[in-house]
């Protein structure tokens, strides 16, 4: 069970920008942000809401960037993810991206990529701008079901990462993801394969991850559908949307709950705003009221009554 930490003995006090301070915190501490530079993909998987998302497609404001990097280095905030719904690396400012972030001591500047783009010139090119570690959504081991999900080939985006690995210096770290969905459960010899495919190199992390329901994506993909009585996603990343708009969590990839807007205020005012903070409560505890995206939309059954 999380704690609730009083603020000021519950009285309330005020931020830089005008915000009252929570009489608790649910959340004591602000997560990695997620900054979504694009929404722009090259890819539609039906299990991912870019090919539904209702917002613009486009980059994010420079202005807008500089000021979200500016309180994280102020702030201690850390700016952890360069993506959202989006494909990093179609954003040819990727790496002045993360030169601006790695220099204002603002956070790692890493992303997660489908890795189609992964060309050798690009991983050169974002090594030189301080790139230590990438997440590679694979997703899938199986050409079949990669063309089914993800489309594309394969066998080419498995020799963009091969030949990454043979660039990268040794202490460059390298997550690589396959899903557990209703077309494939990934077994023992799955991890041989994925062993076999990438090497066993201490500097390669396989994550074995479960889809899960994106409230606007096209499909549900779950092998098992079914509704959580609790929920502590909103407390893993921080995600920012290219318009500024801060999302209740990475799943809201289309923002249909937005918590804040980073063009008006700071990360502090959004992430512990009192009427935020008690929202995080109920999510994670299953009680009235949460918002409706969670239970209608999401992973969360039909809250019990409770405080408000």
């Known amino acids: 069970m999380l704690d609730i930490v009083n603020v000021g003995h519950g009285q309330a006090g005020i931020s830089s920008t005008g915000y009252a301070t ?18 722009r993909c090259n890819l539609k998987c039906p299990y991912c809401a870019n090919g539904t998302l209702t917002r613009d497609a486009g980059y994010i404001e420079w202005s807008l960037l500089e000021k979200i990097i500016d309180d994280a280095s102020r702030n201690g905030h850390s700016i952890d993810w360069l993506h959202g719904t989006g494909e990093p690396l179609l954003w040819k400012r990727l790496e002045e991206v993360m030169r601006l972030i790695i220099s204002s001591r603002a956070g790692v500047a890493s992303f997660a990529t489908n890795a189609t783009l992964l060309h050798p010139h ?10 230590s570690q ?7 081991l199986s050409q079949k079901v990669y063309k089914e999900t993800r489309g594309g080939k394969l066998s080419k985006v498995i020799k963009n990462v091969q030949t990454m690995l043979t660039m990268t210096p040794k202490d460059f770290k390298v997550t690589i993801a396959l899903m557990n969905h209703k077309l494939q459960r990934l077994t023992p010899a799955d991890v041989v394969l994925f062993r076999e495919t990438f090497g066993d190199d201490p500097r390669i992390a396989l994550n074995i991850v479960e889809t899960g329901i994106m409230p606007s994506a096209r499909q549900d993909y779950r092998f098992h559908p079914g509704r959580n009585d609790t929920c502590a996603t909103p407390s893993e990343y921080f995600f920012i949307a290219l318009d500024g708009r801060v999302a209740l969590c990475c799943s809201d990839q289309d923002v249909m709950h937005a918590i804040g807007d980073m063009k008006h205020e700071t990360v502090s005012d959004v992430w512990f705003r009192d009427e935020n903070q008690r929202m995080f409560r109920n999510i994670a505890l299953g009680r009235r009221p949460c918002p409706e995206i969670c239970t209608k939309h999401c992973h969360l059954k039909e809250p019990g009554t409770g405080p408000v």
Do not use: C, H, M, Q
């Open 134 to 140: 990438i997440y590679v959504s694979l997703d899938s």
């Open 22 to 39: 929570p009489s608790f915190v649910f959340y004591p501490k602000v997560p990695p942000i997620s900054l979504e530079l694009t929404n």
């Open 122 to 131: 690009r991983v050169e090119s974002l090594l030189d701008a301080g790139l």
